[in-house]
Structure formats: C-alpha cells, structure tokens
T-cell receptor, first 114, second 109 residues
Framework: EAGVAQSPRYKIIEKRQSVAFWCNPISGHATLYWYQQILGQGPKLLIQFQNNGVVDDSQLPKDRFSAERLKGVDSTLKIQPAKLEDSAVYLC????????????FGSGTRLTVV | GENVEQHPSTLSVQEGDSAVIKCTYSDSASNYFPWYKQELGKGPQLIIDIRSNVGEKKDQRIAVTLNKTAKHFSLHITETQPEDSAVYFCAPIYDKVIFGPGTSLSVIP
C-alpha cells in the first residue's frame, strides 16, 4: 500500500511569515495526526482527526496554528505567523482505528524559521 | 498527566551483541504498547507492538516484553546489525499517545 505522503520536504521561512504543510494519509485510514518533533526529542501531538472531526487539539497553539481535514482525507496544517521556536519537523501519521493501533508516519516536513 | 521515560538515552553495542531499551509509564490504564524506529531524515516506523493481555511478543530478532504491574515494557534486539542504528521511541497508549524521549542506538561494526 502507498504510504503517508507529505509535502514539502523542506521549508525555510522568515519569522512572522506563514507556511502550510500538506498530508495525504493511507487510503481508508480514518484517523490522522499531526506531530511536531523538535530536534533530539520525541514527537509531540498537535492535533488528531477522526474522519473530518477534531478529536484532540489540546496541545495545538491555536493563536498561530490551524489545521483542517476537509472531506476526511487530506489535511493541511498552517502556521501564521511563524516564530523561531516553530523550527522543527512536522510529521503526519494515520491509523486505521482510533487508539490501540499502530501509526504509519510520513517522512515529515523540516521547517526552519530564520 | 502521563509520564513516559526511556532508559538508556543512548546505547552503543558491538555488532552481533544484544540491545535492551526500557520504557516506563505512569498511566496504569495504558493498554497498547508500541515501539517505533526512526532513522535519520525519516518518520518513525512501527517495528513491534504488544497489547495488555500478552506478556511477550517476538518477531525475528526483535521482541517486546511487558510488565503491567511494574508499568514498564522493554524492546530487545538480538544479533544487532549496523542497520539497527537509529533512535527508538516507545509510545504507550490509553486515551492518548505520548512518545518517550527516545533512545539513540549505535551498532558498531
């Protein structure tokens, strides 16, 4: 089966600019996750979707981050305006079931804010 | 909230030796215990998992053991090879997933 697709692979922006990341999960996977991984740390959950509904966005900095999953398939994560501390790898993952199931991750988007 | 720790944080072994990484968690209701491997420039990849009604699971050179009473589970890699070099994360689940801080494994040829 095809994996989780993410684009772009790399992005460099100046602080206060905006950026968007795109994710296409594995076909049939109802649950989609966005994670932020800062260098040297484990992934941190930003938002979790079940189909096109939000299950958990408690750790999403809503003043600058937003995410949507229209039609329950592709998803977009946006940052506006970006801060230096947003420099990280943004990982998208999907799973067949909500919890109690392994995730399939994409390769991520490495964001550098200068 | 849930606290997840991994030990050691770094591990260096000779090729052919065994490696063991331990994950401790605080939420006693956790019921799914996966291990992920992350190579440089890639996303984490699920390598093995175990559910709360099983004590041990093995898949070729890797195995996972679970001690629910003590709230820890461990990843065992036997006959290590250079391609096992990566960062390994545990991510126990109850109502949400929290990834451990990671263990960097280096296998020296």
């Amino acid at each position: 089966e095809a994996g989780v697709a993410q684009s772009p692979r790399y992005k460099i922006i100046e602080k206060r600019q905006s950026v968007a990341f795109w994710c296409n999960p594995i076909s049939g996977h109802a649950t989609l996750y966005w994670y932020q991984q800062i260098l040297g740390q484990g992934p941190k959950l930003l938002i979790q979707f079940q189909n096109n509904g939000v299950v958990d966005d408690s750790q999403l900095p809503k003043d600058r981050f937003s995410a949507e999953r229209l039609k329950g398939v592709d998803s977009t994560l946006k940052i506006q305006p970006a801060k230096l501390e947003d420099s990280a790898v943004y990982l998208c993952a999907s799973s067949l079931f909500l919890l109690n199931d392994g995730y399939t991750f994409g390769s991520g988007t490495r964001l550098t804010v200068v | 909230g849930e606290n997840v720790e991994q030990h050691p944080s770094t591990l260096s072994v000779q090729e052919g030796d065994s490696a063991v990484i331990k994950c401790t968690y605080s939420d006693s209701a956790s019921n799914y215990f996966p291990w992920y491997k992350q190579e440089l420039g890639k996303g984490p990849q699920l390598i093995i998992d175990i559910r709360s009604n099983v004590g041990e699971k093995k898949d070729q050179r890797i195995a996972v053991t679970l001690n629910k009473t003590a709230k820890h589970f461990s990843l065992h890699i036997t006959e290590t090879q250079p391609e096992d070099s990566a960062v390994y994360f545990c991510a126990p689940i109850y109502d949400k997933v929290i990834f451990g801080p990671g263990t960097s494994l280096s296998v020296i040829p």
